[in-house]
């Protein structure tokens, strides 16, 4: 059975490594690895599964590159889940940490774009831009309307990026924005993971086998 | 005494780099002074003992010189041996400078009153040398004298003594720092408290078996930073015990854990950083309070020492309260002199209210409303530095006043220290912008980091280059949110935070108000940061800030320098460059650019260099990158004012790659690489390197750029050094360089002229050069600057002048454009360098002149003039004005004029001297002079006739010659021949009739000759 199985995980390993970018086949094989070892005690529950759920997904997000926010875990969520499943395949969580890890600059807009459409349109309107910025301001008692602020804020920032001025976010106007000032890349939120997880992650994903 | 000033004095530690040096502190000022008291007296008050002579005598480094002393001892040359004498035949006072050995206490005693005013300094050296010997003169103890000479030094070293450590003094210290922990925010300590709270009568809280070891109390001091300490104060000084967790109930728990320290505060100091940094800040402060108040008041406190101060107790610095301290317990009833450096500060206003004063003043210029200042108010963590910061915020000039004590110089002129503050006046006329930047500080104060990053980005859209901008961002209190968020983790709020404050730091107000925010120290911590962009930033930003003296100071003291130092170490030599080595090569330029900007203060440029700078600076001098090259060779350029850089610059191999990118085409590059080789080329190693390397060329070439006028300054500076060798000149005639250089002496600002005027006057040396310079029609515009103001200039110009009057046909032309007139007219210029410049160029100007005795008769007052200058005190306006005389001497009836003005004993007054080149130039006068007849007797009645036969026995050969010379005209009198005699000029003359030397040969012999008549005569007369 192992044998067996290290056969078929070596062989997937060399199918997929060849697709993604940033990772070479040692590297895919111990993430394969690390899914299965997540996949686990799905798997042997019997059941037919297709991959990750949302919540299993979710709580690696969580735990591991201690994300925080709802809805920009979920928007991580959709950015791997490639072919809307709902649930994060092999090839997909290979090819999702590929870009989350290790993207170059324009892989990560694309991602980050993904992350912040909400529903999928293409744009980040200004309803998109207002839910995710809703919390990222102290509320303060004294004030009238809550919301001002976050609404001032969504106001500021359309200013700022929406270079065709539709009054929504296109992909080229994300884009260019991000291209003028780097910081721009998480814009709405922190859906990348920071220079110190991603080492420690790396670090446990990708240890020799043999040491475990 | 020397065991007991060891314990009282406060020598410095080892740490701070010498050893065994005296701290500058008031208590050891007080302590000084009653040494020099005592030793002052004791001459006086006990002849007998202090008669007695060392075993060993005392030897320091003596600032004294042979003038100094009178007609008890023995001058010859520099040295002085006392008349008085050991039983031996030793003198008791031997200076052989710099040192001097002292053998006993009168001629100790007597030395300090001959030092008069720099008698503290002497007794400093006298203790350092006597630390480094670990012994005074206790060892004398036998005899009764001996017996009764060391009880008066007991005596002393118990009056000394008394200002160590005693329980009053312990108490008041406690007391001044219980003052400092209940101060909130600001606290410098947690907690002090005493073990016991029982006082025994005589002030100690010790048990009293332990007071029998001189332990006075027990304390628990609570650091912030630290564990609780255990501290035992004893008479010996403070020192930390095991404490009582650790030892139950022993013995033990007074074992002793530390080292000792003379007071609680340093041993604070030394434990605490926290303490140490805070301390300092709150030490400064209040202090100019407490010392004024002291002054008036001097001894009369004796009695009741804590009466008049106790309000002020609590915040009183240990500074002053030792001041007081000493006051009381020495028994001398001199006044107390406080330094004048807190003097200085000049903070008049009544105590409470500079204490009341001190949170508006933190919240830095003032008005800014009380929002801004409850914003203060809540960022707790900066308190502490505001409270440094607001005494120079508020009281600017004394401030700068203070700061040229307290800090190192510069070598370039600090910027404008006061600026008025700008600020509209109301609401009604404030811009746009200042409404919209309000809201997203507000955002960035309010938001997270989403938010925060986002308002960054949007802030940095503004015209940041703008005044109103910039004081927008600081009149809403951007400034401290920008600055907080340098303390936060997040990497992208720190990047978007400084790349805003790097741009509004181009302001000079915003820099000052950074620095006081502390913005620097924080900015320094990011340096250790491991992302390359974020530490890139930072440098850019200190490079902007530390555009002034108290941020150049603050980088270096929270170590600054060697971060930005190890920011250079890249490999930049590739021309194609990978994204990651492109970051580090811009870090790298951040890091040149901030160190350029610090290196304008000398003790940066020491730091750099100690930091291993230099060897990276030399690597990245090479690399191809122009943008990294000009904050490099800045760097260089601005270092090369120390010897140490102009060394390395030239055995680092630097020389050639300055030469290389003097050919690249950048006038900012080629500008700063000119100005390298100028102050580099001040060494001789370096001149000739700058031709090896072919760099005489594009020099040349260089100024064909007129435009540029900093270019244009710094290429002919490197001109005019590189053409002090002579082969460095050759290779300018080559390139024909005169000629451009005669053509810039018209409408060029005076930078530029001074740089031209040395480099001709360097090269006008060469006669060939000189006639090249009269034909290109440069000695007009060269005598016209004669009638300048700028010394450097006029040093310059009369040089030049002086070596252009050496060819017969320029003088013709310098007299008559009148040049002998200016020339002269400069000997009344204030600047020593000028007059002596000036009187230099006048004696080639006399020589060469037709008819120079009618010229110099012409002068109304001119001879009076020259001859005044014999009292000055620069020996180069001496040597000068002697050489003058020689040549004016040289025409009878000008000689009767000056001698009229008394010339011969201002010369004789002059004899004295050790300095070789004055004593050439003196002897040449001095024979000048005896041209006329009467003259010879006078030298010999004004006592100038021994003197001079001293300077036969200099190693110089010219002093020989002048001095032979003087000595053959003198020698035409008899009784100047006697005393010749007497002084033992017959066998160094005897010796120099062997010279080959014609003129000093002959010379000698005549003399010798002189004194073999008369003496022949002598023998004739009387035998018959």
Not at chain 2, 440 to 461: E, F, N, P, S
Not at chain 2, 603 to 617: D, H, T
Request: glycine share 6%; proline share 3%.
């Amino acid at each position: 059975m192992s044998s067996l199985n290290r056969k078929l995980i070596q062989n997937l390993a060399e199918t997929i490594s060849k697709q993604v970018k940033h990772f070479n086949k040692t590297e895919v094989e111990c993430l394969i690895r690390l899914f299965n070892g997540l996949m686990g005690d799905v798997a042997a529950s019997g059941r037919a599964v297709h991959g990750l759920d949302r919540g299993r997904f979710r709580s690696i997000l969580h735990n591991t590159f201690g994300m925080t926010d709802d809805m920009l875990m979920d928007g991580v969520f959709r950015a791997f889940d490639k072919d809307n499943d709902s649930f994060v395949s092999v090839r997909e969580w290979t090819e999702g940490l590929s870009v989350f890890l290790r993207g170059t600059l324009a892989e990560k807009i694309k991602y980050c774009f993904d992350v912040y459409d909400l529903n999928g349109d293409g744009f980040i309107s200004r309803e998109e831009m207002f839910h995710m910025l809703k919390n990222s301001l102290i509320r303060q008692l004294t004030e009238e309307d809550p919301d001002e602020g976050i609404k001032d804020l969504v106001e500021i920032t359309v200013k700022k990026m929406d270079h065709d001025h539709d009054g929504r976010l296109s992909f080229i106007d994300f884009e260019k924005a991000v291209k003028e000032e780097n910081l721009l890349l998480e814009a709405f939120g922190t859906c990348l993971p920071d220079a110190k997880s991603i080492l420690v992650f790396e670090q446990q994903a990708f240890q020799d086998p043999s040491e475990r | 005494m020397g065991a007991s000033l060891t314990r009282a004095a406060q020598w410095t530690t080892a740490s701070s780099g010498s050893t065994g040096k005296l701290e500058i502190t008031p208590i050891n000022e007080s302590l000084l002074k009653d040494i020099l008291h005592f030793v002052e007296q004791f001459g006086l008050r006990h002849p007998q003992e202090a008669a007695h002579v060392f075993e060993e005598p005392l030897q320091w480094t003596c600032t004294l010189v042979a003038s100094d002393f009178n007609t008890d001892y023995d001058i010859s040359h520099a040295d002085v041996r006392s008349q008085e004498n050991d039983g031996k035949g030793h003198p008791l006072l031997r200076l052989s400078p710099p040192t001097v050995a002292v053998g006993s206490f009168s001629q100790l005693s007597k030395l300090v009153q001959l030092a008069g005013d720099r008698g503290l300094t002497e007794v400093v050296a006298c203790l350092e040398g006597m630390k480094l010997k670990a012994e005074g003169p206790e060892q004398a103890q036998d005899s009764e004298v001996k017996v009764q000479l060391f009880l008066l030094l007991q005596q002393l070293d118990n009056q000394l003594i008394k200002v160590g450590v005693r329980p009053w003094a312990v108490k008041n210290e406690v007391e001044l720092l219980k003052g400092f922990c209940s101060e909130g925010n600001k606290r410098v300590l947690k907690s002090v408290r005493y073990t016991s709270d029982y006082e025994f009568s005589n002030g100690c809280r010790s048990p009293p078996w332990r007071q029998v070891h001189g332990e006075i109390c027990y304390l628990v001091v609570e650091p912030c930073d630290k564990d609780p300490l255990h501290v035992t104060c004893s008479k010996a000084g403070v020192f930390l015990n095991q404490g009582l967790k650790q030892a139950a109930e022993t013995e033990d728990i007074y074992t002793k854990t530390s080292d000792t320290y003379a007071d609680l505060s340093m041993l604070l100091k030394s434990r605490s950083p926290h303490f140490a940094e805070n301390f300092n800040i709150q030490e400064r402060l209040p202090s100019t309070q407490k010392v004024q108040h002291v002054e008036p008041v001097g001894a009369e406190e004796q009695g009741q020492p804590q009466r008049s101060c106790k309000h002020q107790e609590k915040n009183a610095p240990k500074m002053a309260r030792r001041q007081e301290h000493a006051v009381n317990t020495t028994s001398s009833k001199k006044k107390l002199e406080p330094s004048l450096k807190w003097k200085n500060l000049g903070l008049t206003a009544p105590f409470d209210e500079a204490e009341q004063k001190k949170p508006s003043k933190g919240s830095g210029k003032g008005r800014a409303g009380e929002t801004q200042e409850k914003m203060l108010r809540s960022e707790s963590k900066r308190k502490a530095n505001f409270s440094l910061a607001s005494l120079p915020a508020h009281q600017s000039s004394q401030r700068s006043k203070t700061e040229e004590l307290f800090s190192e110089s510069s070598s370039e002129s600090e910027e404008d220290e006061e600026q008025p503050d700008r600020r509209p006046k109301s609401n009604m006329d404030l811009p746009s912008e200042y409404w919209q930047i309000q809201k997203l500080v507000k955002y960035l104060k309010r938001g997270d980091q989403t938010a925060t990053v986002i308002a960054l980005c949007c802030m940095m859209d503004f015209n940041l280059a703008q005044e109103t901008c910039q004081m927008a961002i600081r009149d809403v209190g951007g400034l401290e949110v920008l600055i907080n968020l340098l303390d936060t983790e997040e990497i992208r709020c720190q990047i978007g935070s400084l790349k805003i404050l790097r741009k509004i730091s181009q302001n000079s107000q915003i820099r000052r108000a950074i620095a006081d925010l502390g913005g620097l120290q924080t900015m320094v911590k990011i340096l250790d940061s491991p992302v390359v962009e974020l530490k890139a930033l930072a440098a850019e930003t200190i490079a902007n800030v530390a555009r002034f003296r108290r941020a150049r100071r603050t980088v270096r003291q929270y170590g600054g320098i060697k971060r930005l130092v190890e920011l250079l170490d890249c490999a930049p030599d590739a021309a194609t460059l990978s994204e990651e080595q492109e970051k580090e090569v811009e870090a790298a330029r951040c890091g040149a650019l901030a160190l350029w900007s610090c290196s304008k203060s000398t003790r940066n440029k020491e730091a750099i260099r100690q930091a291993g700078g230099v060897p990276l600076l030399a690597r990245l001098l090479k690399s191809p990158h122009e943008n990294l090259l000009i904050p490099v060779v800045g760097t260089l350029q601005e270092c090369a004012s120390e010897g140490s850089y102009r060394v390395a610059i030239h055995s680092e191999g630097m020389v050639k790659d300055l030469v290389t990118n003097l050919n690249r085409d950048n006038e900012e590059l080629q500008m700063h690489c000119a100005s390298a080789i100028f102050k580099c080329a001040e060494e001789k190693q370096t001149r000739d390197l700058v031709r090896q390397y072919q760099g005489l060329k594009p020099l040349v070439s260089l100024l064909s750029k007129a435009d540029n006028k900093q270019l244009l300054a710094a290429t002919t500076g490197a001109i005019w050094k590189c053409s002090i060798s002579i082969e460095n000149v050759a290779k300018f005639q080559e390139y024909q360089t005169l000629d451009i250089l005669v053509g810039l002496l018209t409408d060029q600002p005076e930078e530029v002229l001074v740089n031209v005027v040395g480099a001709l006057g360097e090269c006008a040396q060469g006669a060939a050069n000189r006639v090249t310079i009269r034909k290109s029609g440069g000695i007009q515009p060269l005598v016209n600057l004669l009638t300048g103001t700028n010394q450097a200039l006029l040093v310059n110009v009369t040089r030049a002048v002086g070596a252009c009057a050496a060819d017969l046909d320029t003088m013709a032309i310098i007299d008559k454009l009148d040049g002998v007139r200016l020339l002269w007219s400069l000997l009344k210029n204030p600047g020593v360098e000028v007059q002596a410049s000036a009187a230099w160029a006048i004696c080639p100007c006399i020589q060469n002149t037709k008819y120079a005795g009618e010229m110099v008769r012409s002068f109304v007052g001119g001879m009076e003039l020259i001859v005044n200058l014999l009292k000055s005190t620069n020996k180069e306006v001496l040597a000068s004005a002697c050489a003058a005389i020689t040549k004016i001497a040289i025409d009878k009836e000008n000689l009767a004029v000056i001698t009229d003005y008394g010339v011969v004993p201002m010369l004789a007054n002059l004899t004295n001297t050790t300095d070789d080149r004055l004593r050439r130039h003196l002897a040449e006068a001095i024979a000048g002079c005896c041209m006329w007849v009467s003259n010879i007797e006078s030298f010999g009645e004004v006592r100038a006739v021994a003197p001079l036969v001293r300077y036969l026995k200099s190693q110089d050969r010219a002093v020989h010659r002048a001095t032979a010379e003087a000595l053959f005209q003198l020698s035409k009198s008899p009784n100047n021949c006697i005393t010749m005699h007497e002084s033992g000029v017959v066998k160094p003359l005897l010796v120099m009739i062997g010279s080959t030397d014609d003129v000093l040969q002959e010379a000698a012999a005549g003399c010798l000759g002189n004194i073999r008549r008369l003496f022949l005569a002598y023998d004739k007369a009387r035998y018959g």
